[in-house]
């Protein structure tokens, strides 16, 4: 009997992270067929995409709101299509507004439900476990600390590492990476990520803008590189290259190869996000920094209860690199944080040292050890 899995990832990570899955589970069960929605990394691996997984990246509580019927409506067709094709289990990748209603309907349909990468309900959305509770038969976690929260409130669940950890090198090359990018391997170099959506390069552009100003003020041997994802956000930071007449300053924006300039460079100014768990495990000191509407910052600020919002702070349950937000964001602020960094090459050693211990702990196999916890609910369902 063939095995049938319902699936959900939302956008292009969830995309990657739910193909190695998919390609784990199949070294295990090799005529499992999966469906549902998906995006093209799961396509490659033989996914029946009924949608496309692009349809549900929603920017921002506005643009939610807007396509909330549209959203609502392929929910319920696909909740229709697994009660009537019954796969053994469906599994829930990342998007947790769009998974965890369906996965309390095909729970409470007799079908085992795994939602794979828990919400950050320890930073700001703690009210969230209960109905985490009441919808997933198991949750797969990327986190070390996040295990224990859901066995205080009833929920089976498994730590599986982080799949970065996976894929970056221990130990990476940073010459090759200067090599490859044409970067002089005497210089000294700051990485500036200012996030990949539009609205984050636009909060974020003039002060990363000013902050190398300053920079390069007291160090004119600097050099800078940019990496940004799309041509909006590029063309964004141009814009602000032209406002603050900057065109002059040894900024080099690059399309995409963040991963590359983050290696090649000596510290890195990150806004707050997947970025800086990257930085950690490429072993580089970093500056983590963020800027968002006033009233919007302020909700966050009163639902968060704790003491950071970076990745690598909270992962070594330690303030160990500076994160300067919001009204703390300031051009003289930034630039003096990286040049500490710049100028404490045994504070950057001790650095490196804790993100590589940090690095073996979040190495875990993830998408092998995912499958390892799912495959009990195939033969379960499949029964």
């Given at each position: 009997?063939?095995?049938?899995?319902?699936?959900?990832?939302?956008?292009?990570?969830?995309?990657?992270l739910a193909s190695h899955l998919i390609r784990a589970i199949?070294?295990?069960?090799?005529?499992?067929?999966?469906?549902?929605?998906?995006?093209?990394?799961?396509?490659?691996?033989?996914?029946?995409?009924?949608?496309?997984?692009?349809?549900?990246?929603?920017?921002?509580?506005?643009?939610?709101?807007?396509?909330?019927?549209?959203?609502?409506?392929?929910?319920?067709?696909?909740?229709?299509?697994?009660?009537?094709?019954?796969?053994?289990?469906?599994?829930?990748?990342?998007?947790?507004?769009?998974?965890?209603?369906?996965?309390?309907?095909?729970?409470?349909?007799?079908?085992?439900?795994?939602?794979?990468?828990?919400?950050?309900?320890?930073?700001?959305?703690?009210?969230?476990?209960?109905?985490?509770?009441?919808?997933?038969?198991?949750?797969?976690?990327?986190?070390?600390?996040?295990?224990?929260?859901?066995?205080?409130?009833?929920?089976?669940?498994?730590?599986?590492?982080?799949?970065?950890?996976?894929?970056?090198?221990?130990?990476?090359?940073?010459?090759?990476?200067?090599?490859?990018?044409?970067?002089?391997?005497?210089?000294?170099?700051?990485?500036?990520?200012?996030?990949?959506?539009?609205?984050?390069?636009?909060?974020?552009?003039?002060?990363?803008?000013?902050?190398?100003?300053?920079?390069?003020?007291?160090?004119?041997?600097?050099?800078?590189?940019?990496?940004?994802?799309?041509?909006?956000?590029?063309?964004?930071?141009?814009?602000?290259?032209?406002?603050?007449?900057?065109?002059?300053?040894?900024?080099?924006?690059?399309?995409?190869?963040?991963?590359?300039?983050?290696?090649?460079?000596?510290?890195?100014?990150?806004?707050?996000?997947?970025?800086?768990?990257?930085?950690?495990?490429?072993?580089?000191?970093?500056?983590?920094?963020?800027?968002?509407?006033?009233?919007?910052?302020?909700?966050?600020?009163?639902?968060?209860?704790?003491?950071?919002?970076?990745?690598?702070?909270?992962?070594?349950?330690?303030?160990?690199?500076?994160?300067?937000?919001?009204?703390?964001?300031?051009?003289?602020?930034?630039?003096?944080?990286?040049?500490?960094?710049?100028?404490?090459?045994?504070?950057?050693?001790?650095?490196?040292?804790?993100?590589?211990?940090?690095?073996?702990?979040?190495?875990?196999?993830?998408?092998?050890?995912?499958?390892?916890?799912?495959?009990?609910?195939?033969?379960?369902?499949?029964?």
């Open positions: 009997m063939t095995v049938r899995i319902a699936m959900v990832a939302g956008e292009t990570s969830g995309d990657l199949r070294q295990q069960v090799p005529d499992a067929e999966f469906f549902g929605i998906g995006g093209p990394k799961m396509q490659a691996e033989g996914f029946d995409a009924r949608w496309p997984s692009e349809l549900l990246a929603v920017h921002g509580y506005v643009d939610a709101l807007k396509r909330y019927r549209e959203l609502s409506g392929i929910r319920r067709a696909l909740l229709g299509q697994i009660r009537g094709e019954r796969p053994a289990a469906f599994i829930g990748v990342d998007a947790p507004d769009f998974n965890l209603w369906l996965e309390g309907k095909v729970k409470d349909s007799g079908i085992p439900s795994i939602h794979f990468v828990s919400p950050s309900i320890w930073a700001w959305r703690g009210g969230r476990i209960k109905r985490i509770a009441r919808s997933v038969s198991r949750m797969l976690c990327l986190f070390p600390f996040e295990p224990e929260i859901y066995e205080q409130a009833g929920v089976p669940v498994s730590y599986v590492g982080h799949p970065l950890a996976d894929v970056f090198p221990l130990h990476p090359d940073r010459n090759a990476a200067r090599q490859l990018l044409e970067l002089p391997l005497e210089h000294r170099i700051v990485a500036m990520l200012p996030g990949s959506r539009q609205s984050e390069v636009r909060n974020l552009a003039d002060t990363y803008i000013a902050t190398a100003k300053q920079m390069v003020e007291r160090d004119p041997g600097l050099c800078f590189l940019v990496p940004l994802a799309t041509r909006e956000t590029r063309a964004i930071f141009e814009e602000a290259l032209h406002r603050n007449q900057a065109l002059d300053l040894p900024i080099r924006m690059l399309f995409g190869h963040a991963v590359e300039a983050m290696i090649a460079s000596d510290v890195v100014l990150v806004a707050s996000g997947t970025a800086s768990l990257e930085a950690a495990l490429l072993k580089r000191p970093m500056v983590i920094t963020y800027r968002i509407g006033a009233w919007q910052y302020r909700l966050m600020k009163r639902m968060a209860y704790l003491p950071w919002v970076g990745l690598p702070n909270i992962l070594c349950n330690e303030g160990l690199v500076p994160e300067l937000l919001q009204d703390d964001a300031t051009p003289e602020k930034l630039a003096a944080a990286l040049d500490a960094w710049l100028n404490d090459p045994d504070r950057r050693a001790a650095l490196e040292a804790r993100f590589a211990e940090l690095h073996l702990t979040l190495r875990q196999n993830t998408a092998e050890k995912a499958a390892e916890v799912v495959l009990p609910y195939l033969r379960q369902g499949a029964a």
